[in-house]
């Protein structure tokens, strides 16, 4: 009869474990979607960022700055 303590013992252990692990992976994926998101809202959309000729200054610009 104590083999079978021992056993339901050890299944609610192992049960318990299981258990445990699945709430880890939930809040992961929970997190890891969480920061793509966060991710999705912080980078610029395509016209919010500066084009090419926008980065680049102009020549008569170069002199003024220069100049001052």
Do not use: C, N, Y
Not at 18 to 32: A, G, N, T
Not at 37 to 54: A, G, H, M, S, V
């Amino acid at each position: 009869m104590g083999i079978w303590i021992e056993l339901g013992i050890f299944a609610v252990v192992i049960v318990f474990a299981l258990w445990q692990l699945h709430d880890v992976r939930q809040e992961k994926l929970k997190r890891e979607r969480a920061r793509a998101q966060q991710q999705k809202l912080e980078q610029p959309t395509q016209f919010e960022q500066p084009t090419q000729f926008e980065q680049q200054p102009k020549p008569e610009q170069e002199r003024k700055l220069e100049k001052s």
